[in-house]
């Protein structure tokens, strides 16, 4: 069964306009949650992650994602896309000792 | 160190030969584990260890993949009679104790099997 689906495995948006990258996860208690970013020849790098303190947590380069319980969710945004921002992300759930990637999904930022 | 190292950064090698690629966790994280990532996919879990035992090696494609972490730090991962389906960027991550914990990434080894 999937533990963590990305629903879109592309997003493009214009330079200044809102990010939001979606992700469903499956679990029959609250799991730890992670967003990572891949720039392109780049190791993985963690941006925010989710450990029942607060359901809106603030990550790094202005990223911030919701843990909605009732959907879900764990949403990645970001109020103005930056051009550097471009790179492959990644939802992942840690349940157990066990770390389940989603597919990811391929951000581009339009000049 | 500060981060989780891999060695070699690149390797290529040709098809039926023994590569092993190594990984270096930081200090004092007890949970490593062994990712294969293709061109354009997402990591790949291959194994984990907790300690010096594997906790779960269910991703390992086939009998060809082995992986060692003889003392509870250092991790080598083994591939036999290797395939040009086994090019791929090899990840090694690792994390410390407690739920919560993320994982580390290294900067990966490029297979690549002629």
């Known amino acids: 069964a999937q533990s963590v689906t990305q629903l879109d495995s592309h997003v493009s948006v214009s330079e200044g306009t809102p990010v939001l990258l979606r992700c469903n996860y499956s679990?029959?208690?609250?799991?730890?949650l992670f967003w990572y970013v891949q720039h392109p020849n780049k190791g993985l790098q963690l941006l925010l992650k989710?450990?029942?303190?607060?359901?809106l947590v603030k990550g790094i380069n202005g990223f911030e994602a919701e843990f909605k319980k009732s959907e879900t969710s764990f949403h990645l945004t970001k109020p103005s896309a930056h051009m550097s921002d471009a790179a492959e992300y990644f939802c992942v759930v840690r349940l157990g000792g066990q770390f389940y990637f989603g597919t990811g999904t391929s951000l581009t930022v339009i000049p | 160190g500060a981060g989780v190292s891999q060695t070699p950064s690149n390797k290529v090698t040709e098809k039926g030969k023994y590569v092993e690629l190594r990984c270096d966790p930081i200090s004092g994280h007890t949970a490593l584990y062994w990712y294969r990532q293709s061109l354009g996919q997402g990591p790949e879990f291959l194994i984990y260890f907790q300690g010096t035992g594997a906790a779960d090696d269910s991703g390992l494609p086939n009998d060809r993949f082995f992986a060692v972490r003889p003392e509870g730090s250092v991790s080598t991962l083994k591939i036999q009679r290797t395939e040009r389906g086994d090019s791929a960027v090899y990840l090694c991550?690792?994390?410390?104790?407690?739920?919560?914990?993320?994982?580390?990434f290294g900067p990966g080894t490029r297979l690549t099997v002629l």
């Open positions: 679990s029959s208690y609250s799991p730890s």
């Open positions: 991550a690792s994390s410390s104790p407690g739920q919560n914990n993320e994982q580390f």
């Open positions: 989710y450990t029942s303190a607060a359901t």
